[in-house]
């Protein structure tokens, strides 16, 4: 193993260890308010034919 990989491990492993990163990195409570519009309607298209590409491409418009 890798001897950051170790150092992390033990980190950790230690008590605390959530209290300590939600300190440093606290969780937002924010409503993502997302929306599907009528634009979509080729996703569950996409979706159900296993074409991927083109469903991430939708995705990412």
Do not use: H, Q
């Amino acid at each position: 193993m890798n001897k950051w990989t170790s150092k992390s491990f033990n980190i950790i492993k230690g008590k605390g260890y959530l209290d300590k990163l939600f300190k440093i990195y606290p969780a937002i409570d924010k409503p993502r308010n997302l929306k599907v519009n009528e634009e979509s309607k080729n996703l569950e298209k996409l979706y159900n034919k296993k074409k991927c590409e083109e469903l991430i491409r939708e995705l990412i418009r």
